[in-house]
């Protein structure tokens, strides 16, 4: 089994995990205060920069999981009963350690029979990966059969949804922000294409969001052969770049709109949720990020292709054991994340007048996200090789 890996998917899951570190690492430079604080312009600009590059995490994590898992390879009892052990139980453990320790823990467990903890907002992930789950079994003999103009035509459909937030947006005029029961702040819809105040369902409700991942994942599978260097950095870089540049400039649009240009700016939480709408893993510029990352990691290799040297001692002794224990390392780092954060604030300051200057804040990001993901890694791989209780705990 450990010979049929396929490495640069190990190296992808790697990558994606210090992707969602980096991105929560920036999250102090522009949530905090009433909800929404971005101190300088400088910071507006890092925000954005450092941001936008690691915002595909979370979709890589989608496509790995569709291309070593969809179609089934087993049965549907059996792929819920692989699945509930590997997702379900480290996640109950994890939420119920969030609960304890973060907030007022008997409010936080009625909460939980709604949702998931929203001072631990990152398990929404969770949330949505069971979903695709559910389908899985359902797609998989049609995913089985699938030709391959017949998935690009449903691609392109679903490519079609990624521009419906950029839509909403342009066709609305500035955004309406309304609150749920839970407090959380969402951009008011603008009706498109059957939607309407007594209808949610328009014609791309059923062809838009994560599913588009899930079936990306099968494309290249099934379909993406091996490609030269040459043009793998054709597509990949033009993509990549033309999807970063897209949410870099939509994000400090957005900003530059609601600030005017004053800065330190503070306000609700709803003004962040404006801000982020042009990176929103839904929209076609991380589309074309996670094209790019995809390419590119195809090409990685390892060892000498023999039954003797299937993988190199770093891949063995490094790579997969901190892929293997991924999931478990996205569960539990908020934990050591956000105290690294808050003291990497206090020693170097805060903005341009903290004592790096204008590089205050990009070395305080991505300090917190490396510092971060080798503690992370180190404790997770170590907790997941004890006997018995480790998987349960890490996935």
Known sequence: MENKREIWMDWLRVAACFMVMLTHSCEPFYLGGEGS??????????????????????????????????????????FFRRRAARILIPFAIWTVAYALVWGEPVENFKSLLLNFNYAAGHLW?????????????LLSPWAE?????????????????????????????????VYGPSGIPNTADYPLWGEASWNRYGVL?????????????????RFVGELSWKKTLAI????????????????????????????????????????EGPWLNDTIGLVLMALGWILVFRKIK?????????????????????????????????????????????TLGLGADGILGVWTTPVQILATALLSF??????????????KVGKWIMG
């Open 374 to 387: 080798v503690s992370v890694a180190l404790c997770c791989t170590l907790v997941q090789r004890i006997p």
């Open 145 to 177: 059969k699938v030709s391959k103009k017949e998935l690009q035509v449903y691609l392109a459909i679903w490519l079609l949804s990624t521009f419906i937030p950029l839509i909403r947006h342009w066709a609305g005029g500035p955004a309406t922000v």
């Open 302 to 346: 390892d060892g000498d292709g023999s039954p003797e040297r299937p993988y190199s001692a770093f891949s063995r002794r490094v790579l997969i054991p901190v892929s293997k224990a991924g999931y478990g390392m996205y569960l539990s780092h908020l934990f050591v994340l956000v105290a690294i954060s808050a003291w990497l604030r206090v």
């Open 37 to 78: 604080l971005i101190l300088t312009h400088s910071d507006a600009v890092w925000v954005s920069l450092l941001n936008v590059l690691s915002r595909a995490g979370v979709v890589l994590f989608v496509i790995a999981s569709s291309y070593l898992q969809f179609p089934l390879h087993y049965s549907t009892g059996e």
């Open 205 to 221: 409700y059923y062809l838009s969001g994560f599913i588009g991942y899930l079936l990306l994942g099968l494309y290249f599978r």
């Open 236 to 275: 990949a870089l033009p993509a990549f770049f033309i999807g970063y540049a897209w949410c870099v400039q939509g994000f400090l649009l957005r900003v530059r709109t609601d600030t005017g240009g004053v800065f330190p700016f503070e306000g609700p939480v709803a003004f962040a949720a404006v801000w």
């Open 125 to 137: 992930f969770v949330y949505m990966l069971v979903g695709l789950y559910l389908l899985m079994p």
